[in-house]
């Protein structure tokens, strides 16, 4: 696919993603915030079958993995201890004529400045922590510094002990969280494929240190089956494992789940052997003994952690731009329905004849098991068109022939095809399509 027809399909799902009321511009009425976004009906409904899909898969279906929320602000030594304070820095570059700013590593100094083309403009690469500072209480001074958590993990780490004690679990086990996290990234954008603020889902899970190679394979293998149940193509995925140069602080061994975006192989997912190296410090700068006794072996030692990272925002631009299809005659985001914002849409054909009120008490019944959208104005060809848009599997018409023999069209987003089904029926039809899933 040529470059310019790449960004045309970005450009494209950012303006479906506001039409269809997915994604908006933060404080858009003041022209709008760098990098924030907010997420409009079907984009809420959206990113909350991702979230739940996750929670599913790591807490409800199995019984090693409990579930967490800790709080944004956090002690500040906690980000002294995991190294964010020294070491949470991305290399920084500006140009001295138009003032634009760069992450070093993506720039090529001895070629023109990319936004307004002056050679050897320039400064000196510099460090930049990405955390956001703020104060607690009124008094705005360096002791009472606070930093919004660039990661959720840290959360988890500090209740280690405090989860195990209260869930009496034994080692191997984890810990599940999804939040908001922060990061004063330098060069935010492709929407929301880099935010400053977003939410994470990670799992971190503590094993025996000899153990921990075997539990990173499997962690490897389970992340990437997960794609099958958001519908991912699965030739648009693939792992990409960090070299020596690119792990983390405080990573052993580190892969991405990467997609392959309109702009390129990026990664949508981290799953790191973190070893030690958290717990340790922890126990160092809280004085506090984080090691686990294991009553079998009488041993007591301080657990490897693997951890699970991925963005839920990311997560959900994936699923867009997998989805999104243009055919001869539409646009539609072919979304697996698990994922899908709304389940199925009710349309009377004619806005009379008893149509529409035969119609909502269609609605009504299927009230509180999917989520569910009413449309009775326009063509009924344009009405599916905007469903098709906002990924809807199924549209049930009421016409005529409802009234003949109490039968419903109920239409398929993806082969358009109509079958038409008895009234009675609509609910079990939709559940053995959508919650078989
Ligand atoms: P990147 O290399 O893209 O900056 P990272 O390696 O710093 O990401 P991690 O710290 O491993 O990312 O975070 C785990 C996940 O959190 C990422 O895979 C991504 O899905 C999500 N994430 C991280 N930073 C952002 C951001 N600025 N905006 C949206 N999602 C993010």
Redesign the pocket.
């Given at each position: 696919m040529a470059n310019k027809s790449k960004n045309q399909i970005m450009d494209k799902i950012v303006s479906l993603s506001k039409r269809r009321g997915f994604i908006f511009q933060s404080s858009e009425i003041y022209g709008g915030i760098n990098?924030c976004y907010d997420y409009g009906p079907l984009g809420i409904e959206m990113k909350k079958n991702i979230k739940e899909l996750w929670w599913k898969s790591m807490v409800y279906n199995r019984d090693d993995i409990e579930g967490i929320d800790s709080s944004i602000l956090m002690h500040p030594k906690v980000w002294e201890a995991s190294g964010h304070v020294s070491g949470f820095t991305d290399p920084l570059i500006d140009c001295k004529i138009c003032k634009s700013r760069f992450k070093d590593d993506t720039i090529d100094k001895t070629k023109p400045c990319p936004n307004c083309g002056n050679k050897d403009s320039f400064t000196d690469s510099r460090q930049f922590n990405l955390m956001f500072k703020t104060f607690m209480g009124p008094v705005e001074d360096s002791a009472n510094v606070i930093y919004l958590r660039?990661?959720t993990a840290q959360g988890i780490y500090v209740n280690f002990h405090n989860i195990r004690e209260a869930s009496r679990q034994k080692i191997p086990f984890g810990i599940a969280q999804i939040g908001k996290?922060f990061?004063n990234?330098i060069t935010?954008g492709n929407f929301?494929?880099?935010?400053?603020?977003?939410?994470?889902m990670?799992m971190q899970y503590f094993v025996k240190p000899t153990e921990d190679e075997k539990w990173f394979e499997y962690w490897k293998q389970e992340r990437m089956n997960w794609y099958n149940e958001l519908g991912i193509k699965k030739d648009k995925l693939r792992f990409h494992e960090h070299s020596k140069n690119e792990l983390?602080h405080y990573a052993k061994s580190?892969f991405?789940?990467e997609y392959e975006f309109p702009f390129g192989w990026?990664?949508?997912?981290?799953i790191?052997n973190r070893t030690d190296f958290d717990l340790t410090k922890h126990q160092e700068y809280s004085n506090k003994d984080l090691r686990y006794f294991d009553d079998i072996t009488r041993d007591r030692f301080v657990p490897f952690i693997i951890?699970t990272?991925?963005?839920?925002?990311?997560?959900l631009l994936t699923t867009l731009i997998d989805a999104y299809v243009e055919e001869e005659e539409r646009v539609v985001l072919k979304f697996s329905p698990n994922i899908a914002p709304i389940k199925a849409a009710v349309f009377p054909l004619v806005k009379k004849d008893g149509m529409p009120e035969y119609a909502k008490k269609v609605l009504k019944n299927l009230k509180g098991q999917f989520k569910t959208f009413f449309d009775e104005s326009g063509s009924i060809g344009r009405r599916y068109r905007r469903q098709d848009e906002a990924g809807t599997p199924y549209c049930i018409t009421i016409d005529n022939e409802t009234f003949e023999n109490d039968t419903v069209t109920i239409r398929n987003r993806d082969s358009m095809v109509q079958e038409r089904i008895s009234a009675s029926n609509i609910l079990t039809y939709l559940d053995n399509k959508l919650k078989s899933l």
């Open positions: 990098s660039p990661e996290a990061r990234e935010p929301i494929f880099r935010t400053r603020e977003f939410e994470q990670e983390a580190a991405d789940v990026q990664e949508i997912e981290g790191h951890e990272s991925i963005g839920c925002d990311r997560t």
